[in-house]
């Protein structure tokens, strides 16, 4: 219809339902009818993907999985812990009660030797020379004097490594070496870390740790002897044990020093229980008869 007075044409009467219309009969836009389109014309790219998501998530619950029983197995059971707790303690009340009999018995044996001297400073002066020279040479009381020190430490760790390797550490050998080289210089006494050295003293390893007379040590190492501190230098460096401290010094790094002291101080190892004796019996004929030959040695406590 042609307006009036040249304005604008006018309008159908249902003009305005035309959208309403549009929107009852296309209800989605037309991205999502395409999208439907291309599920409906292609449905395995669907169910591959699908796929994909299936497969990730059964990868992370393995994943979660194996971490949960791998924490469960490194962590020990409550069981475990309480038990290693009690040996803890254990070990920690015993080791006090060793340690506590240890002081007990330094406090007896120097109250014995206190005895002994003054009972023996007025019955027979030269025996009590005689035990307090034998006892110094035994091990038994602590003595003093100039003497000289040997000091021995492990290599440095090679770069990335948290220890030296067996090669380059100070071994059982070695300290017996040294040990075995001062005895025969004329050394008086011997203590290795304040370990002092007896006719019965064994040294040996233990793992990584050295044993001086059962006691675990560790480097450094410093043997102090009592003696002529020249002669005992001139001596050990002349001898096998010289030649022993510069092959460990220029060939496997270790650290090796020997210097003069003018007082050394090393302790005693108390009193000496007498285990075994025996006294010299005169062969019998039935005992010759018999192939018998010596005596036989009673246990500590028995009667000869």
Do not use: C
């Not at 070990?91 to 009660?97: E, F, L, N, P, Y």
């Not at 000496?272 to 500590?300: C, I, M």
Request: net charge negative; glycine share 8%.
């Amino acid at each position: 219809m042609t307006p009036r007075h040249g304005g604008e044409p006018a309008r159908e009467p249902d003009a305005s339902m035309n959208l309403l219309s549009d929107v009852f009969r296309r209800p989605l836009e037309p991205g999502y009818h395409e999208a439907a389109r291309r599920r409906a014309a292609h449905p395995e790219e669907r169910t591959s993907r699908t796929h994909q998501v299936s497969v990730l998530l059964i990868t992370v619950l393995l994943g979660l999985s194996v971490t949960a029983a791998t924490i469960a197995l490194r962590q020990p059971s409550s069981a475990a812990v309480q038990a290693r707790a009690l040996l803890e303690r254990q070990i920690d009340d015993q080791t006090a009660r060793a340690d506590g009999a240890q002081e007990t018995i330094t406090t007896t044996s120097t109250e014995l030797t206190a005895l002994q001297e003054e009972v023996l400073a007025g019955e027979d002066p030269l025996l009590l020379a005689r035990l307090q020279q034998d006892a110094g040479r035994s091990g038994v009381v602590a003595v003093r004097g100039p003497g000289l020190r040997v000091e021995l430490a492990d290599a440095p760790a090679a770069d990335g490594e948290d220890e030296p390797d067996l090669d380059h550490r100070v071994q059982d050998v070695d300290l017996q070496v040294v040990v075995n080289g001062l005895w025969a210089a004329g050394a008086e006494a011997i203590a290795i870390n304040g370990t002092r050295l007896t006719s019965t003293t064994a040294i040996r390893s233990a793992g990584s740790a050295v044993l001086v007379d059962l006691v675990a040590l560790s480097s450094p190492y410093q043997v102090d002897a009592i003696g002529d501190s020249a002669t005992l230098q001139t001596e050990l460096a002349l001898g096998s044990a010289g030649q022993h401290l510069a092959t460990l010094r220029d060939s496997y790094d270790i650290d090796v020093s020997v210097t003069a002291r003018n007082l050394l101080e090393l302790p005693g190892t108390g009193q000496v229980n007498l285990r075994f004796a025996s006294t010299p019996q005169p062969a019998t004929s039935a005992s010759a008869g018999a192939g018998v030959a010596g005596s036989v040695l009673p246990q500590e406590g028995s009667s000869p």
